[in-house]
């Protein structure tokens, strides 16, 4: 039965297929990064450096959070895009029921464990007296709206490794647009604080859940039979070594930006608003590198699928090529334009405004300089997953933790606050020279 909701990548074009897959992720991860920039500048805006500091220092922890889920739904699609190159609907089929048993599993036990563990991690990071109990709050919002997380990631997995990468971006500009407005709304005209900006986020990430299920539900091949949903310990396996490294890659890389952020609170208020504002922009910067990565995994695992290693080959050295141009690019863009950007975010409070930018510049711009390595890094990941192997990137986060602890503690007692800058692309740049190696490695293992 054709499939005329998804994109056959084995055949045609490797770069005009990869681009034009990217393209709406892209699109997708500018939404998604445009409702969080909202957030952050009405929070900023409306109740001041404090609630923006707050809101921004549980980035790390929120990542450390949802990531399981991210990690777990990029498994499935690895192993669904590999059934699709290869025309194995049944396998397909059953993989779709077994990913969703897993995920409910999983989705207990993380929110038991994230609600429970909250408080002691925020004491432990060193937060501020001015902020714990308002990120507290924020993160309780957050973690309630885990099931919602695991839901958008485990369908929109799907429809990118069948190459729908359409219906995700619909999803992701509705649920932009409801989170903005209830943003207004809830923080501006219900005076509900930062809890309200919570409250937003997870309404909208409801809103893109649904939408993107009832594109699964059109189409037959990603509509388990009855059959399908009886637990099957041979694909059950498969799919927790496929998705088990890469949630446990994101987790622990996030434990070194847990130690991090510690670090950087350590260094009182000021510099951790500036830090911390211009780590919102994190995800802006790098939104390219992930939807050109993202479009690798989903090129690599069809056509590794479908047996044709030679447009492997070509899909990443072109995707490799076209990632370090946008990163220097979009690099240039951000030193230049860095911090009128950020003083949109920050609202003039005497004595501390101009101290806030300065950190927050300073950061921005070496966050500019390690971009490149990231690029290649989402690239080189993302096709080696494509290609099965998830423990070599597993790998990888271990050796970005250790590098992005190490410098933490040690790069801050030589140079000062700057040690803390280069931490970040410490990591970055040691994650990367390894999965670069790796991949290639693993390629020629496939000859």
Not at 50 to 65: H, I, M, R
Not at 123 to 129: A, C, F, I, L
């Amino acid at each position: 039965m054709a499939l005329t909701r998804t994109k056959d990548m084995t055949s045609g074009n490797p770069v005009k297929l990869i681009l034009v897959f990217a393209l709406p992720i892209l699109a997708g991860n500018m939404l998604q990064q445009l409702y969080s920039l909202v957030d952050s500048l009405i929070i900023g805006r409306m109740l001041g450096v404090t609630a923006l500091t707050a809101v921004s220092a549980s980035g790390w922890l929120d990542w450390a959070v949802l990531s399981v889920p991210m990690g777990l739904a990029q498994g499935y699609s690895i192993h669904a895009a590999q059934c699709y190159g290869g025309k194995r609907f049944a396998d397909l089929k059953r993989s779709v029921a077994q990913s969703y048993l897993i995920s409910a599993a999983a989705t207990v036990f993380l929110e038991a464990a994230s609600q429970l563990l909250l408080h002691p991690v925020l004491v432990w990071m060193n937060s501020p007296d001015e902020t714990i109990r308002m990120t507290e709050n924020y993160l309780r919002i957050i973690y309630a709206g885990l099931p919602i997380v695991m839901c958008v990631n485990i369908f929109s997995g799907f429809l990118h490794a069948l190459g729908n990468s359409r219906v995700p971006l619909i999803a992701l500009a509705c649920s932009t647009a409801v989170n903005i407005v209830l943003d207004w709304w809830f923080v501006g005209s219900l005076g509900m604080g930062t809890n309200g900006g919570a409250y937003a986020t997870v309404l909208a990430q409801a809103v893109s859940a649904v939408i993107c299920f009832l594109e699964v539900l059109r189409i037959p091949e990603l509509r388990p039979e009855r059959a399908d949903y009886r637990p099957d310990g041979k694909v059950i396996r498969k799919l927790v070594r496929l998705g088990f490294p890469i949630a446990f890659q994101n987790l622990i890389i996030s434990m070194g930006g847990l130690v991090l952020q510690g670090v950087v609170n350590a260094f009182g208020f000021i510099f951790m608003a500036g830090y911390n504002a211009a780590a919102r922009f994190q995800g802006l910067i790098e939104i390219a590198g992930t939807a050109l990565g993202n479009a690798a995994g989903t090129f690599t695992g069809q056509n590794f699928g479908a047996g044709k290693m030679d447009r492997v080959k070509s899909g990443l050295r072109r995707s490799a090529r076209i990632g370090f141009l946008l990163a220097v690019s979009i690099g240039l863009i951000m030193v230049i334009f860095g911090k009128q950007l950020l003083s949109l975010f920050i609202r003039e409070e005497a004595g501390i405004s101009d101290q806030v930018l300065a950190f927050g510049y300073d950061f921005l711009r070496i966050m500019a300089a390690g971009l490149p390595m990231l690029y290649l890094l989402f690239i080189y990941r993302t096709t080696l997953q494509g290609l099965g192997d998830t423990v070599i990137p597993m790998i990888s986060g271990f050796v970005e933790l250790a590098l992005r602890i190490g410098s933490a503690l040690l790069l801050p007692i030589i140079i000062g606050y700057w040690g803390v800058y280069l931490a970040e692309i410490t990591a970055w740049i040691s994650a990367g020279i390894f999965l670069i190696i790796g991949c290639y490695r693993r390629l020629k293992m496939l000859e």
